[in-house]
Every structure is written in structure tokens, then in C-alpha cells.
């Protein structure tokens, strides 16, 4: 099996920076697509940042300018690097990943990490 672990939330003021981490472990063989949701109370589950294998990257209008998002692909692991935070940002952060694994023959598979609370508040 897979599993996305993330690290990082936290509390910040307005204008503070967090960075994110999520380190995905199991019988991986290769991680295409790897990205960053995010969920506040009373809204859809929304994408953030995604990054592909070979480094290029999608960004929410929102997102764009204030956060950076990268991979280390000899570790399996994706950052978000969040800056200018503000309220709005306030959500639960997801990780999510689409893997190759293998297992006697090769399967692919999404996968999601448990979420991380990040508060913007003052």
C-alpha cells in the first residue's frame, strides 16, 4: 500500500509563512502527479498547487505569487511553501499523489494524506 503523511500546519498571523511537507511511503515504484488541496469549513474541497514529475507546475489563481510548490523525488516528497498568508487561506491542507506501485505486477493508484489544519488568524 501507499501512504501520504504531511507535516507542517500550524497557527500563523496574517502575512506569516508555513511550509508544507508530504512524504509518501510503500511499495512506490513512481509518482506522476503530486499536489496540494485544500478544504475550509462550508466550501468544496479545492486544488491549490500541483506539481508534475518533471517539475512543472499549476497553481490556483489564489495561490499564485504567495506559494510555491516542489519535489524531491529521490525522497517522494512534496513541499508547499506558503507565503503572505492570509485569512481566506485558513483550511484543512490535503496532499494528494498518483503512484505507480509495485506489487508482483504494477499498479496505479491515487492516494490521499490525512490533511494538515492550517488557521491564518490574528
Known amino acids: 500500500q501507499v501512504q501520504l503523511v504531511e507535516s507542517g500546519g500550524g497557527l500563523v498571523q496574517p502575512g506569516g509563512s508555513l511550509r508544507l511537507s508530504c512524504a509518501a511511503s510503500g511499495s512506490i515504484s513512481s509518482i506522476n502527479f503530486m499536489g496540494w488541496y485544500r478544504q475550509a469549513p462550508g466550501k468544496l474541497r479545492e486544488l491549490v498547487a500541483a506539481?508534475?514529475?518533471?517539475?512543472?507546475?499549476n497553481y490556483a489563481r489564489s495561490a499564485e505569487g504567495r506559494f510555491t510548490i516542489s519535489r524531491d523525488n529521490a525522497k517522494n516528497t512534496v513541499y508547499l511553501q506558503m507565503n503572505s498568508l492570509k485569512p481566506e487561506d485558513t483550511a484543512v491542507y490535503y496532499c494528494n499523489a498518483d503512484v505507480i506501485r509495485y506489487s508482483g505486477s504494477y499498479y496505479q493508484g491515487n492516494y490521499w494524506g490525512q490533511g494538515t489544519q492550517v488557521t491564518v488568524s490574528s
Open positions: 506539481i508534475t514529475s518533471g517539475g512543472s507546475t
